[in-house]
T-cell receptor, first 111, second 116 residues
Framework: GNSVTQMEGPVTLSEEAFLTINCTYTATGYPSLFWYVQYPGEGLQLLLKATKADDKGSNKGFEATYRKETTSFHLEKGSVQVSDSAVYFC??????????FGKGITLSVRP | NAGVTQTPKFRVLKTGQSMTLLCAQDMNHEYMYWYRQDPGMGLRLIHYSVGEGTTAKGEVPDGYNVSRLKKQNFLLGLESAAPSQTSVYFC???????????????FGPGTRLLVL
């Protein structure tokens, strides 16, 4: 079945540091890939998505590229801010028409 | 446009009690979902609905029931609560079933449930 694996957390960075959060997946067919973000006390909201191989999703300075050859969708940001502190979830949607989420990773950014 | 709303925000139950969580969306979305979020487990799908009057089981359906009598509402019921059901519950909706290219789910703010 489908599965999503995220790197272990939590991650603590200083403001303006470079961020990479790893995500790999196992799926049948050709899934769409997503990053969702959960700010403290809130529900999840879509950060970015990619629907096919080699697509790059981007939003709010975050980027992720759909890599079919390595089955990965790593999230990157060149310069993080305190306001980026949140929980980040990688997810996929596949031929079975349901979303499968990774376990999430907590990012804390220090001033 | 309120998006997805959930009622209540927080609830404490005793083992064996029953309760219903209400989810409402005003975006005219066809599909709705109930998830539970537990530490270190991510989000797991409990039940979902592909339209008014329909429901289907997700990954962890045991101990829960759902109903979708109106398109805008999706109810999650616990008939006899157990401590293992202590969790944060999220409702979500989408225009079409997740799995179509790039379909996005919109989430409510969550309900924290504590079962003693």
């Amino acid at each position: 079945g489908n599965s999503v694996t995220q790197m272990e957390g939590p991650v603590t960075l200083s403001e303006e540091a470079f961020l990479t959060i790893n995500c790999t997946y196992t799926a049948t067919g050709y899934p769409s890939l997503f990053w969702y973000v959960q700010y403290p006390g809130e529900g999840l909201q879509l950060l970015l998505k990619a629907t096919k191989a080699d697509d790059k999703g981007s939003n709010k300075g975050f980027e992720a590229t759909y890599r079919k050859e390595t089955t990965s969708f790593h999230l990157e940001k060149g310069s993080v801010q305190v306001s980026d502190s949140a929980v980040y979830f990688c997810a996929l949607s596949g031929a079975n028409s349901k979303l499968t989420f990774g376990k999430g990773i907590t990012l804390s950014v220090r001033p | 446009n309120a998006g997805v709303t959930q009622t209540p925000k927080f609830r404490v139950l005793k083992t064996g009690q029953s309760m219903t969580l209400l989810c409402a969306q005003d975006m005219n979305h066809e599909y709705m979902y109930w998830y539970r979020q537990d530490p270190g487990m991510g989000l797991r799908l409990i039940h979902y609905s592909v339209g008014e009057g329909t429901t289907a089981k997700g990954e962890v359906p045991d101990g829960y029931n759902v109903s979708r009598l109106k398109k805008q509402n999706f109810l999650l019921g616990l008939e006899s609560a157990a401590p293992s059901q202590t969790s944060v519950y999220f409702c979500a909706s989408s225009p079409g079933l997740a799995g179509g290219p790039g379909e996005t789910q919109y989430f409510g703010p969550g309900t924290r449930l504590l079962v003693l």
